[in-house]
Each structure stands twice: as C-alpha cells, then as structure tokens.
C-alpha cells in the first residue's frame, strides 16, 4: 500500500496542475481575443484622398515680414504763418487734387499786396518818365532798345516793385491750403482759431492706389530675387486675402545684420491697403524638372520621411528623400516616381499594406 507521504504529496499535485490549466486557457483565450481584433481592425476599410505625383516647375518661396508705404503722399506745409481761420477737412477723409483744405487769416497778407500794387503804380510813372527823357513812351515799349529800356526799369525801380508784388501775391496765396495730390487726408491736428505756428505742418495726404512693399532679405537670399518678380503679399490684419505685386528693386547696400532692402510695387484696386501696415511677402522662383508631391501626403514615422503610395487597394509605405519645400509642396530627390498616387489624407493611421478606399483623387497644384 503507498505510504502516507505519497497520498499527501498527490492530493497537492492534483490541485495545482487543474490551476495551471485553467490559466492556461485563459491565457490562450486572451491572446486569441488579441489576434481577433488586430485582424478586425486591419480588415477595416479605410478612406482616403490621393493626388499623383508630378514632373515640372517647382515654386521656390522665400517668405519674410515687411511693411507697405504709400508711393504717393504728400505733406502739407504753411507756407505762412498767421491764425487758422478755417479747417475743411477731417482725418480720414478723402480729396482731390486742388480742394481747399484750409483757410489762414487774410487781412496782413491783403495790406501787403495793396502796397505793393500801389508801389508798382508809383514805379511805373516813373518808368514813364525815365522813357520820355529818352524821347520814348511807355505804350512804345516795344520800339525801345533793350539798353535803354532795361537802364529805365532799374532807374525807375520799377523791377523791385514788380519783385515785391509777386512775393506779396505768393504769401497771400499761402492763406488757402490746397490739396496738393488725390488721396486721404491723415496726421490732421490742426484747429481752427489756433496759429499755424503752433503745428510742424497741416497734415499728410496718401494715395493708398498705389503701394510699395519694403521688406529685407538675407545678403545670401540675393539672387533669387530680380526686378520684375512676381510677390505675393498678405497683411497681418487679414491674411486670408493676398495680393500681388511685383519686385521694383532693392538697396545696393548691406546693412549691419545682413540685410538688403527690396521693395515691391504693390496692387490695391479695393482700397483695402492702408499705409504703414506690416504684410507677410512671398517671393516665389520656378525651378525646373522637379518632382512635386503635396505636403499633405509626408509622414514621419521613426523619425524618417514616409509617402503612401495607393496601389489597387493596398496603401504602400515608401521611405523618401525630399529636397526643397514651400507653403504647399515638397520636391522629391528619391523614393517615388512620376504618375504614382499619393495618399494625402487618412496617411497618419495607415500601416503598410493596409486596405484602403479612395474616395477622392485631388489635383497637386
């Protein structure tokens, strides 16, 4: 018969081994659970938008922060300086070459002239006289040798009389501020029973028709600019509208960071553009021969550049290299081919050789 020790080292055996049994196919059971829904998930279906892969000319940006100027403006100065009688004009508010901005008292400038057409009344007699002693009247002006009648006036002083007269009709003509150029009047301080020498000047008039963009750009950057090229510019206020322009020219000096200065003449057929405002600039050069892919369609995974590809309805995983870049695009040095489709949308969940459905082909532009 089995000794005691025996029975008792069964009856703890019999027990351990059903436990590592049931943990066993528990175990079995949850891998399997697993392996089930890993194959359901990378069964799923997934949708995605595709673009193809094209061969041609690359638009090289540069973009760099700048500030527009207007070409046309105009400062209003005082000529003459006496108490502003009337202002016609706001800021803000647009006028016309020739409209009348403001009016200085009068009365100084008035009594000047009378004085000086009277002098030149006086100085004219005495023209009259001058030529009679030289047996000439003055309605013969025209007969009079030019010695003679050049020697009369400086006699006569009639010259400074008529010198006089036109220095009192320019100053006098200071009293009426005019509009020098069509635009918008800004910097307006003035007020009305105040004297004009109180203020630097009148205000500023700007022509926001037609505006320069002032932007700097790297010493380095030099050569991908050039008159004539086309810019892109969008303000700061408002960058979901753009307007073009294109490059006039740049300062031939480098400044003290590195700088060059590039201006741009810049379209506004709407008015929306003001002066002073501070843009964005995109400065775009075509490169030849490239091959161009969306940015929407580069992943990274471990760190390296990663393109699907769609091929009948598998999504491939391709490593690339890219080479220039801008705002919309990549180039691409190896690992596609022109003519492949892209996934462009959908990529950042997609495994390589995952079952996939395009529902969209978009253009690559």
């Not at 059903?18 to 659970?33: P, T």
């Not at 403001?102 to 007699?125: C, G, I, M, N, W």
């Not at 030019?146 to 006089?164: C, F, H, P, T």
């Not at 505006?211 to 086309?230: H, N, T, W």
Request: glycine fraction near 6%.
């Amino acid at each position: 018969m089995p000794d005691l020790l025996q029975i008792t080292q069964i009856r703890f055996l019999l027990p351990a081994a059903s436990l590592l049994l049931i943990s066993s196919c528990r175990q079995q059971d949850a891998d399997n659970n697993t392996e089930l829904a890993r194959r359901e998930h990378y069964a799923e279906v997934i949708e995605v938008r595709t673009a193809p892969v094209l061969k041609g000319d690359f638009a090289l940006e540069l973009i760099t922060n700048g500030r527009l100027r207007a070409v046309n403006n105009a400062t209003v100065q005082f000529r003459v300086h006496e108490m502003v009688r009337e202002v016609h004009v706001i800021n803000g508010q647009r006028v016309s070459q020739g409209d009348l901005l403001a009016v200085l008292e009068e009365f100084p400038y008035t009594s000047r002239l009378e004085r000086a057409l009277d002098q030149v009344a006086r100085t004219r007699l005495e023209l009259e006289d001058v030529l009679l002693g030289f047996g000439y009247f003055l309605r013969d002006s025209l007969r009079v040798p030019e010695n003679i009648w050049s020697m009369a006036r400086i006699k006569s002083e009639y010259n400074a009389a008529m010198n006089e007269l036109a220095e009192a009709r320019y100053q006098m003509s200071g009293t009426r501020l005019i509009a020098p150029v069509d635009g918008v009047v800004s910097g307006l301080e003035v007020k009305s029973h105040n004297h004009s020498s109180s203020y630097e000047n009148f205000c500023v008039i700007v022509d926001n028709s037609s505006l320069e963009a002032r932007f700097p750009v790297l010493e380095s950057e030099k050569s991908m600019i050039a008159a004539g090229q086309p810019v892109e510019i969008r303000p700061f206020a408002g960058r979901n509208r753009s307007y073009t322009g294109r490059v006039t020219g740049f300062d031939p000096r480098v400044d003290d960071q590195g700088m060059i200065m590039v201006r741009a003449l810049v379209n506004n057929p709407g008015g929306e553009l003001l002066d002073g405002m501070n843009v964005q600039v995109t400065l775009k050069r075509e490169i030849p021969d490239q091959l161009i892919i969306p940015r929407e369609a580069l992943v990274l995974r471990q760190a390296r550049q990663v393109v699907f590809t769609l091929q009948d309805t598998i999504a491939l995983w391709n490593y690339v290299e890219t080479g220039m870049e801008n705002s919309r695009q990549f180039t691409i040095n190896n690992g596609l081919s022109e003519g492949q489709q892209v996934i462009v949308s959908g990529n950042f969940n997609l495994a390589h050789e995952t079952l996939v459905r395009e529902i969209q082909s978009v253009d690559n532009q």
